[in-house]
């Protein structure tokens, strides 16, 4: 199947994007044609007041992504601003686009109410899904790993491609299915969302005493008050960090050895310590090896690739756009 999907370069990637796409992304990649991108437009929609280094967060977005066990080979790595045909597409569609559609769109009134000092009523962050259905159509995807926030913007692209066969009398794009990631979301080890701006983020770059200075002092079963006092991991988020990182044979030894008071929190969180590092060893490794210019190599050629592709699909439309024309 082809697929496309992308992710804003906001910074350092945590255990919760390894988790909720990373992980999906690199298994998907064996066995479909992928396209994956660095939303750095995107990025502008929110983060337009944060003076970020756009260009230097891209190339690192995408130099994790790889050290995480995304193949170049396999798929193809580009960087959305780096193929205008993004923008000429985006431009097209927001001609046809219903604003009922984006005011109504349930993820952007959320993030209306959410974004609290940040001023987001800007036209780039309403007609951001229309940014976003540029980058499915132009590739022709047919299926879309995302989260659940991210539904109603298939909604509205399955309904702009409708709206665009219908009004140009030509069937030039593929009307995609999301694919969602159903991995339930890693907490931070204080019991929030994982995030950058709360500190409550294990990092893939982390060092083991990165990881440990984090989880040493994270609250475990706060009823257990000696170390041999049964435990209830249901309520413990160290456990949860086990149960999505550590091996079953260790998770089930956990579970009884808790409810039994039979091991302490401290080797507990040691066992976990060493389940995070047994992941992050081996990014760290393949990190150190990728140096600028090969990062930079592999953008390039993936930015050509997609740009030939998108290219494509734009000559059919402005075909049908301007000379009303589906010969092609
Ligand atoms: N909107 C997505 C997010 O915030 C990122 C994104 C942009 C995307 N364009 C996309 C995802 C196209 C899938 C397909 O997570
Ligand atoms: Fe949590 Fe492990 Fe302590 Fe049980 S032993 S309460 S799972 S940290």
Redesign the pocket.
């Known amino acids: 199947m082809r697929i496309?999907?992308?992710?804003?370069p906001t910074g350092r990637l945590h255990l919760g994007h390894y988790l909720g796409?990373l992980k999906n992304w690199i298994q998907l990649q064996n066995e479909n044609d992928c396209r994956f991108?660095v939303?750095d437009w995107?990025a502008l929609s929110t983060s337009y007041e944060d003076k970020l280094n756009l260009r230097l967060l891209g190339r690192e977005l995408v130099r994790e992504w790889i050290a995480a066990g995304i193949d170049p080979d396999k798929a193809t790595l580009f960087v959305?601003s780096a193929v205008k045909e993004h923008a000429e597409l985006y431009v097209i569609l927001n001609m046809i686009t219903s604003l009922g559609d984006l005011e109504r769109n349930p993820t952007y009134k959320d993030q209306l109410q959410q974004m609290g000092s940040k001023d987001i009523r800007t036209a780039g962050f309403l007609t951001?899904?229309v940014?976003?259905a540029a980058?499915?159509l132009l590739y022709n995807?047919q299926a879309?790993?995302?989260?659940e926030?991210?539904k109603p913007?298939l909604e509205i692209t399955r309904e702009i491609v409708r709206r665009f066969h219908h009004l140009f009398e030509c069937e030039v794009f593929t009307e995609p299915k999301e694919m969602l990631t159903d991995t339930p979301r890693l907490p931070g080890l204080d019991g929030r969302k994982m995030s950058k701006s709360y500190g409550n983020a294990i990092y893939l770059s982390d060092t083991p005493e990165e990881v440990w200075e984090k989880l040493k002092p994270a609250k475990t079963d706060t009823q257990r008050v000696r170390r041999n006092d049964p435990g209830n991991p249901d309520v413990c988020l160290v456990f949860d960090y086990h149960k999505a990182l550590s091996d079953n044979e260790t998770i089930r030894q956990i579970e009884s050895e808790c409810r039994a008071g039979a091991i302490g929190c401290f080797d507990c969180k040691k066992l976990c310590a060493q389940s995070i590092e047994r992941l992050l060893a081996p990014m760290r490794e393949r990190r150190e090896k990728l140096d600028d210019q090969t990062v930079d190599e592999i953008i390039e050629t993936g930015n050509a690739k997609a740009k030939a592709e998108a290219a494509e699909t734009m000559a059919k439309v402005n075909k049908a756009v301007f000379e009303i024309s589906c010969d092609i």
């Open positions: 496309v999907s992308g992710m804003r796409v991108f939303a995107h959305q951001y899904p940014l976003q980058d499915i995807a879309v790993p995302i989260g926030d991210q913007h």
